[in-house]
């Protein structure tokens, strides 16, 4: 099987790059930080997969728009766009600069790479579309708009992406964590809800994509308080939020 993952030097993208890493299996790994990088294809290499690594930066769009070129020379079996940032505000109005990174980087990034991907997928008649969003899409607290708002806009992509392609054979599987150990979360100064390891977040990502899970949000417990507070009428919403202590940002 040939996978693309963007976001492979740490965290999620790592580990979901070593539980692909097998005889048989051609990994190509994408990120910023190259001794990272080479360090995540050397574990995976002695695991006996293939390992391509590209060092890019995913807020390059003419750099993605070529490197989706050139991927697309050759199959591609599934690709998992996990590249992302956070960055939470504890007081005032967020500033442009972060919205802006957080979009591109969270959001019209995926589109510059598959764009030129997903001609190739719908020539094969095959192929699975990853994308990382978060359980934070679904609920905006006041730290982390900017945050919600880029992995919102990423399920509204994967929503109608999912329509357009499904029928050429194209899977879109769009999956939702909630708090999951790693660079980006042992930031955060606030206490994190139902906070999994890495090992056990990953494990939970690779087994919906196995079942080529249309939107998965993980963990339940997590996602049905969320989706129970969004049944609840406007002002019992803000009082719940009132309360949260999500307050200091990361
Ligand atoms: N951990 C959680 O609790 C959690 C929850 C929900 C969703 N998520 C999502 O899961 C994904 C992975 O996050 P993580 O928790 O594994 O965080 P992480 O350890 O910080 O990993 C982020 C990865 O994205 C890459 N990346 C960031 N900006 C990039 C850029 N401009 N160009 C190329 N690569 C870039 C980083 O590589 P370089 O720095 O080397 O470029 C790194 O490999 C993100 O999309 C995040 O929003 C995480």
């Known amino acids: 099987m040939r996978i693309v993952i963007t976001g492979a030097s740490s965290g ?18 994408l990120a910023r930080r190259e001794e990272k990088l080479e360090e995540v294809a050397m574990q995976c290499r002695t695991r006996g997969a293939k390992v391509e690594t590209i060092v890019s930066d995913v807020n390059d769009f003419d750099a993605m728009h070529q490197i989706g070129q050139q991927l697309a020379n050759s199959n591609i079996d599934r690709i998992i766009l996990n590249a992302g940032i956070s960055v939470g505000h504890s007081e005032g109005v967020t500033p442009f600069n972060d919205f802006h990174r957080l979009f591109k980087t969270n959001f019209l990034s995926v589109h510059a790479l598959l764009e030129p991907i997903i001609p190739k997928m719908i020539e094969q008649k095959s192929g699975e579309i990853v994308v990382i969003s978060s359980l934070a899409s679904l609920m905006s607290m006041p730290t982390s708009v900017a945050y919600s708002s880029s992995k919102r806009a990423l399920n509204a992509y994967a929503e109608g992406l999912r329509y357009q392609i499904k029928p050429h054979g194209i899977d879109v599987i769009n999956i939702l964590p909630g708090f999951i150990d790693s660079e980006m979360t042992q930031k955060n100064k606030f206490k994190m809800p139902f906070l999994l390891t890495t090992d056990a977040g990953v494990k939970r990502i690779m087994h919906a994509i196995e079942k080529k899970k249309r939107f998965y949000p993980f963990p339940f417990r997590f996602y049905l308080l969320i989706r129970t507070s969004t049944l609840l009428p406007q002002f019992l919403r803000d009082i719940i939020v009132k309360f949260t202590n999500f307050k200091k940002g990361a």
């Open 12 to 29: 999620l993208g790592k580990h979901l790059a070593l539980g692909y890493a097998s005889s048989g299996n051609e990994l190509v790994l």
